[in-house]
């Protein structure tokens, strides 16, 4: 066994740690500064969470509803193997943790999928094509915005997609296969990769049988899970709830750049070659979701919906970079071309979305007197009783949705009466998908059935009147302790 180089213990270790601790410490810093939104961390928070306390598929966010099965919306069959985690760990930052740890994953993993590719073309030169391959992954706009929008089961699976691809190179295909159906069960999107996978099969790595198992398995899977099973649990209307979004000549001019942009993000490296080519097809049955749907974040960058894509354009660039070093007239370039032409690349990818990189996220991090001081106000009322209703704003949800009777703040709900029920508003912070809460807080102030308790320059508290005391207003100095809620206070 040759000792290992530097380069090797770079690419293997110290840029992947760097990056995860980035990931990492910055996933868990856009928690602490109330960045997350109630539609994404709120809701798989809330979910993870009531599975874990044996309430089941129960997603209290979606509607002002005690009873509303998360199964009418998505087929996350990866849940139940998550939620004893947030029997152990109950925090508002339980979530992020994992999300932090699947780009870990991933960090460390993509130069293993660069190394098998280049060994099963006969090649151990590969370490200076993973380090390149890896950076430019740290900035590709995509993957990093499945980061900013934490977090999704399919982003979390991430990892698992990166190691079928690895596991079809080591021709280890039983592990190729589980790891696929793992993808599988994250969701009825992430179960379309798993025809990726399987064409990945069948065209690179030459197992036919697996492929074809693989793809049967994902249009299977796929079919019973829009046509059935989600169905199922839609009360009324008993079709799958995004049917109305498919709209594939909406918009065409845009998915065709969208599709563009994959490519130029990733330097063109896709059209390197026919095997390369063909690893960016194995990515088409999954984008071909966001290219048929009306939705403009499924085909756009900055939102999760390109996590699991990415995973097959880092696929095809490292096939494409393998093609390209292997030509003669590459090997006859200045020396110091390729490396410049390199660098040139990943600074003009990494450009496109500076915001987004975890790195820069981490060394631009500030400790800002506002957000210091709504951590302390929210932290006041880390223990509300079970029995009290919590509505709140998007901007504030997350950190209070680790509780059955959890419930988004509407404009249509803030007119209606409250009983054991508290309301949080963080005005200045995202309220998505309002984009102004001053209506809500007139008709919260005019509501008779509620009280202001606690208004600071971050944070109004609203009680209905059987938890907070006597009638009228009654607005604590910071400093003093909120209302006592009684342990028997009665449910919605």
Known sequence: MRKASALTIA???????LLSLCAVIGALHRVYIFAPNDWDYGIFS???????????????LYTGLPQVNFLADHLALLVPFLSPIFALFS????????????????????????????RTAGRRDYERAAMFLLLVLAVFKGFNGAWRFQAHMTTLVMPVTL??????????????????????LAQERASVAVFGIGLYAMGITRNIRAGVLLCLFSTLYFILAVKLVIPSFQPGSGSYIYSGSIRPFVDLPAKVWFLALFVLYWLLLPLCGK???????????????GLVSNRESMYRFGHHYQDLPTVFFLASAAHGLLWLTGRAWFARLPKYAPAAAAAAGIVASASTG???IPPLVVLTMERSPA?????????????IPAEISVFATSGVGPRLA??????????????????????????????????????ILRDLDANPSLRLTEKTDQLLVYSSHDISGASGRTIPAPDQEPPQLPKNARTP
């Open 11 to 17: 690419v293997h270790g110290i840029i992947p740690l």
């Open 46 to 60: 809330n979910l993870l969470w009531n599975f874990a306390h044996g309430n089941g598929w129960l997603m209290s």
């Open 91 to 118: 925090s508002p930052y339980t979530l992020s943790v994992l999300h932090g740890l699947a780009f870990s994953a991933t960090y460390f993993l993509a130069p293993l999928l660069v190394r098998e590719i280049w």
């Open 163 to 184: 190691m079928a691809l690895i596991a079809l190179h080591r021709q280890k295909l039983l592990w190729a296969v589980c790891c696929a159906v793992i993808v599988a």
């Open 275 to 289: 095997k390369a080519a063909f690893v960016a097809c194995c990515a088409l049955p999954v984008l071909g979701l």
């Open 354 to 356: 500076l915001l987004h």
């Open 371 to 383: 957000v210091v001081r709504l951590n302390r106000d929210m932290a006041r009322y880390a223990d």
């Open 402 to 439: 680790l509780r059955e009777r959890r419930y988004f703040i509407t404009p249509e709900r803030a007119k209606l009466p409250f009983t054991s029920s508290m309301v949080f508003v963080a005005p200045q912070l995202s309220t998505f998908p309002y984009d102004d809460v001053s209506p």
